[in-house]
């Protein structure tokens, strides 16, 4: 049996803030809603770390079902009464490679602080 090849996803969750919880919950609601029993359980992910305060995360997930989950994470604007907006900001096929990467992205809130720092 051939191994199913994993990726590595660092997220970001712009808006209210939200619990490790309430963020798996509401992604596995999204991927049943959109694309039904069948389409959700080709889509496997794990939250590996999640940041409440600054809002980041990293998932690990099928290759198969990143496409998926990119796409979850697009219709997914509420969760409640909390309103949100769940940003990927790198794909990458180890952990490792990911967190090398992590110094050179510059997350939606840094970049809105920034131009709030100049106006």
Do not use: C, H, P
Not at 16 to 30: A, F, P
């Amino acid at each position: 049996m051939v191994r199913e090849k994993m990726r590595w996803v660092l997220f970001e969750v712009i808006g209210d803030s939200l619990e490790e919880k309430e963020l798996i919950q509401s992604i596995r609601r999204t991927l049943f809603e959109l694309f039904g029993t069948f389409g959700a359980s080709k889509v496997f992910f794990r939250i590996v770390e999640y940041d409440q305060d600054k809002g980041l995360g990293i998932l690990r997930t099928n290759l198969e079902g990143l496409s998926l989950l990119r796409i979850a994470f697009f219709f997914l604007r509420k969760i409640g009464s909390k309103r949100i907006l769940i940003n990927d900001l790198l794909v990458s096929g180890t952990i490792a490679a990911l967190k090398g990467k992590m110094g050179r992205i510059r997350t939606w809130r840094e970049r809105l602080s920034f131009l709030n720092s100049i106006a």
